[in-house]
């Protein structure tokens, strides 16, 4: 059974996206935040075992710049915040002191959280589970896992290698020198939102009349989600009750999905993988790291290879018609907890402007622009695109893609979409993206012509 939120908006969100003191204040909250945030994803930590004996003394000088910790061990902070550390090598102390508890950076599992009485005990921010690690082992490094309820291992190296240290990739199916890695890791920079906060659209008034919005509608309830938010995040984890549900969007190719996050009976956490696929986002489910195509709604590799999200329609238009149409409707707000810059340009705005994507693609052709705007349609293997700028505004168009027939009613005012099977009027699947993109993935596409 999904679980119920009973709260729309977190006062420790809204706390934090305020708070305007020393950075040592910044980081206990981002701290405690982190600590609710586990507790609310339903991941528990175990019990904190005691401090070994001695664990609350100084470290003791043991010459050189090496040091010895009764509960963190031998380690050398010469270069601090840089700290060699005897069993775990190189790591990346951003608090520049072991006093207290700290997060600190490791090239083979990202960043970690632990501290005095926790240690052994570690969370991994981006396995978003609790750990705890075998003292004494180091090649390879031992850690139980109390998510998975196993140990895993884990192999210490001079690179973070985001594709083989990360993920389940021994099954991949796309091809791995297709795969853009930027070698960093997953969520930073780019961290997805796991406890949106909304206001009433009545209530916004930072978001200009263009301004594109991401829409769902669940049960009657329709929310929108601001693109130049959804920019810096690329996934929302949100529910609608006991509907639990992921909005993404990739800005290279201008493409979003919603998804049910309910999977084989399982709710499942997204985040952003930082790897990308023919320019497309690479998506990861912190439960198993498997990791899964945004364009193809489909696991491509782990335990969840192959398997498929449902898919739930969304659409995108403009906050003009949004307010007009749903004022009292809840529209994701900058309140996320972090501090990037939502408003004025918009992140992607030069990349948008310019003619090229972002990286390499495999198929091209050049009916259209790369990056004019399309709704692609797929159907048992045949796809068609419908070019943005040659659909009529407020006019239905009836055509048909591998025996489907299909209603589309494109709305140029607003930017909104309806397309529909005409037989059944249930809604078609279907998403906007840049040609580059869509043709990409498609390389057979047909284009419509009026």
């Not at 291992?153 to 021994?170: A, C, G, I, P």
């Not at 991401?214 to 929108?224: D, K, L, N, W």
């Not at 622009?369 to 045949?382: L, T």
């Amino acid at each position: 059974m999904a679980r119920r939120r009973a709260y729309r908006i977190s006062p420790v969100f809204q706390a934090q996206a305020v708070i305007k003191a020393s950075s040592e204040l910044r980081r206990f909250v981002a701290a405690i935040i982190g600590l609710l945030g586990i507790a609310c994803l339903g991941v528990h930590p175990p019990s904190f075992l005691s401090a070994q004996e001695g664990a609350q003394a100084e470290s003791i000088d043991l010459g050189q710049g090496w040091k010895w910790s009764p509960w963190f061990g031998i380690f050398n902070d010469s270069r601090s915040p840089w700290l060699f550390h005897a069993e775990h090598d190189w790591l990346f102390l951003n608090s520049g002191s072991l006093t207290g508890t700290f997060f600190f950076f490791d090239l083979s599992w990202g960043w970690i959280w632990t501290g005095k009485g926790i240690y052994p005990d570690v969370f991994s921010w981006g396995r978003n589970t609790w750990l705890r690690y075998e003292v004494g082992t180091t090649s390879p490094r031992v850690y139980f896992d109390y998510a998975l309820g196993e140990s895993i291992e884990f192999h210490k190296r001079d690179r973070f290698d985001t594709l083989n240290d990360y993920f389940n990739v021994s099954n991949l199916s796309l091809p791995r020198d297709e795969i853009v890695e930027p070698g960093i890791l997953p969520d930073s920079g780019i961290p997805a939102l796991d406890f949106p906060v909304f206001v009433r659209a009545r209530d916004v008034t930072l978001l200009g009349d263009d301004d594109i919005l991401m829409t769902v509608t669940i049960g009657g309830e329709t929310r929108g989600y601001p693109l130049r938010i959804l920019d810096f995040h690329e996934v929302v984890n949100d529910d609608f009750g006991d509907r639990v549900v992921a909005i993404t969007y990739c800005p290279l190719c201008n493409s979003g999905l919603a998804f049910d996050r309910e999977v084989n009976g399982r709710v499942l956490s997204f985040g952003v993988s930082r790897l990308l696929y023919r320019n497309n986002l690479l998506m990861y489910d912190r439960q198993t790291f498997s990791l899964w195509l945004q364009f193809a709604l489909e696991g491509v590799s782990g335990v969840n290879k192959q398997v498929r999200l449902a898919w739930i329609p969304s659409n995108q238009m403009t906050w003009r018609t949004f307010r007009q149409r749903h004022p009292d409707a809840f529209v994701l707000s900058p309140f996320t907890g972090f501090t990037f810059a939502y408003f004025g340009r918009r992140l992607y705005e030069d990349y948008f402007s310019s003619e090229n994507p972002r990286f390499p693609t495999t198929n091209q052709r050049g009916d259209l622009p790369n990056k004019a705007w399309v709704w692609g349609v797929e159907s048992d293997g045949i796809a068609k695109a419908y070019p943005r700028d040659r659909l009529p505004s407020g006019q239905t168009v009836v055509d048909e893609v591998n025996g489907v027939s299909l209603s589309l009613n494109y709305d140029r005012i607003s930017g909104e979409i309806e397309v529909v099977n005409t037989d059944s009027g249930v809604p078609v699947r279907g998403l906007w993206s840049f040609w580059f993109s869509w043709v990409d993935f498609f390389p057979d596409t047909l284009v419509w012509s009026p």
